[in-house]
Nanobody, 120 residues
Framework: QVQLVESGGGLVQPGGSLRLSCAAS????????MGWYRQAPGKERELVAD???????KNVDSVQGRFTISADNAKKEVYLQMNSLKPEDTAVYYC??????????????WGQGTQVTVSS
């Protein structure tokens, strides 16, 4: 079994900051990448940022310069520092990871999601 557990969401005013965390646990052999997706009401889920085990990063253009993804490979954790938040950042944020298990090989796993609301 593998679990991804997110934390750090909440309500923040425009211009504010939040830091999301996600911890992977279970029978994990290796993780190739971890990332954050978000889904706003009525919209499709979209990639926000992704980081590989070697540190390669990709961000969606709309968060460039405002959001920073980082990871602690030893702890199997990924973080998303979100600054200068805007109302359009409001969404449920999901942690995702591609994980190798002896039992199942490489598979994608998802967290349960954490709500981020940007509103005055």
């Amino acid at each position: 079994q593998v679990q991804l557990v997110e934390s750090g969401g909440g309500l923040v005013q425009p211009g504010g900051s939040l830091r999301l965390s996600c911890a992977a646990s279970g029978s994990i052999v290796s993780i190739s990448h971890m990332g954050w997706y978000r889904q706003a009401p009525g919209k499709e889920r979209e990639l926000v940022a992704d980081i590989t085990s070697l540190g390669a990063i990709k961000n969606v253009d709309s968060v460039q310069g405002r959001f920073t993804i980082s990871a602690d490979n030893a702890k199997k954790e990924v973080y998303l520092q979100m600054n200068s938040l805007k109302p359009e950042d409001t969404a449920v944020y999901y942690c995702e990871a591609q994980i190798l298990r002896w039992e199942t090989g490489w598979q994608d796993y998802w967290g349960q999601g954490t709500q981020v609301t940007v509103s005055s």
